[in-house]
């Protein structure tokens, strides 16, 4: 049974009353919004007070489950709100307001006698309603972050609720625990990657082969952004070093979300020129690496209920088109696309999606040959980083067994 308003457990003192409240998004990706009298009929978010001895996990969900019959699932911190005799509340009070960013799992909803009525909407369209001045900041905020907070955690041993867990399920709507696993990632795309993860909320493992100290600094960078971070060592074309990479990676992050490949050597010259041990090289650094490293997630992917998976490519490797001077490259680079979506069709009941990226000529690629691009520019490593993201982000779950060029039309 909650306090009256203002009251306290010590007499004669009186404190802010403690509330929570969840902007809950349905499986729709709409926003359920209820208008209370209390709120002086403006639109606001399900929630009441905290109750003695309840941890504020247990409150956000009683409150919503009394107030709509809906149950939450991940629950995510949002801004705290104070709102000392807010005009727009029914009577003169002082509140701290604990806001949380939910899912809930269905949308069909049952108000008690404390609101009035409801309504799912897409964020958009909830900030042109007559939202409370709370309310209103807390879908801003959901519309600048979704659930790229920590999520929130009870922890009954120690008697506090915190955020985030270690292998807790990600606030961005993974699937599966842990984080990501970027190899090649001490430089160039795989660091424009591994960072993009980071900010995204991802923790990182970062490899190398030889690359220690720009590493190192890749994974400063990354702990700047509030997440873990480490670099590990391996060559990656050796299966034996390629397959502890992933069990340290998984070990150290409690778990693989996101595992993307980014390893591949180059190799351009007259094709009566190319020796073994180059043919080989081009085969083991972009194909036989990303074999043995998907092989080697995928168990600890579907024993955490799924994952993602992005393979590096290269503009045009699908097309069945001679290029004597790139011939191993290409192969190789072929040969990833078809083992992605081999592996994509066999690991799609498993919750797990496989798909490769594939750059074009980038801000950082050897030669930039302009007039071949259709686009008359190179592409930068925020737009490849784009479709990553694209990749890994919830839209993107039914997507598996795809090719995405980020190429400007060359090759095509």
């Known amino acids: 049974m909650a306090l009256p308003l203002g009251a306290s457990p010590v007499p004669g003192h009186a404190y802010p009353l403690v509330t929570v409240g969840a902007l809950i998004v349905g499986p729709s990706g709409r926003l359920l919004l209820i208008r209370t009298h209390k709120w002086r009929d403006l639109w606001g978010v399900p929630g009441g007070k905290v109750d003695i001895g309840e941890t504020l996990l247990a409150a956000v969900r009683r409150e919503v489950r009394e107030e709509t019959g809906l149950e939450l699932g991940d629950v995510v911190w949002a801004p705290t709100h104070e709102a000392v005799d807010h005009p727009q509340f029914h009577r003169p009070a002082h509140f701290v307001l604990l806001n949380f960013v ?73 699937p599966g625990r842990g984080g990501a696993l970027v190899t090649g990632s001490a430089r160039g795309i795989g660091r424009a990657i591994a960072l993009a993860l980071a900010a995204d909320g991802l923790d990182v493992a970062l490899h190398y082969h030889h690359s220690e100290r720009e590493a190192r600094q890749v994974v400063a960078e990354a702990e700047a952004l509030g997440v873990r971070a480490l670099a590990l060592q391996a060559d990656v074309t050796v299966e034996g070093e390629a397959q502890r990479l992933v069990d340290d990676a998984a070990q150290a992050l409690g778990g693989l979300r996101v595992l993307v490949n980014n390893v591949g050597d180059y190799h351009k010259g007259p094709l009566a020129e190319l020796d073994a041990g180059t043919w080989h090289h081009m085969i083991d650094t972009n194909l036989h690496a990303t074999f ?69 000529v980038m801000e950082n690629s050897v030669s930039l040959p302009l007039d071949e691009i259709p686009m008359g520019r190179v592409g930068t490593l925020e737009e490849l980083v784009g479709a990553v993201r694209y990749l890994l982000s919830p839209p993107a779950r039914y997507v598996t067994g795809v090719h995405l060029e980020v190429a400007g039309g060359w090759n095509l």
């Open 102 to 174: 939910a899912r809930a799992g269905g949308e069909a909803v049952s108000l008690n006698d404390e609101a009035q009525d409801h309504a799912w909407v897409t964020p958009e369209a909830a900030l042109a309603m007559d939202l409370n001045a709370p309310t209103r900041s807390l879908v801003e905020h959901f519309l600048a972050h979704g659930f790229a907070t920590p999520r929130l955690v009870a922890d009954p041993a120690r008697g506090v609720t915190h955020g985030p867990a270690p292998g807790a399920p990600a606030p961005h709507g993974l």
């Open 292 to 360: 043995t490293t998907c092989q080697r997630a995928v168990p600890i992917m579907r024993g955490a209920g799924g994952g993602r998976i992005v393979n590096l490519g290269y503009a045009g490797a699908e097309l069945l088109k001679a290029r004597p001077g790139i011939v191993a490259y290409q192969l190789a680079k072929t040969g990833v696309i078809l083992y992605t979506k081999a592996l994509a069709r066999s690991e799609a009941a498993h919750g797990i999606t496989a798909n490769v990226v594939s750059p074009g």
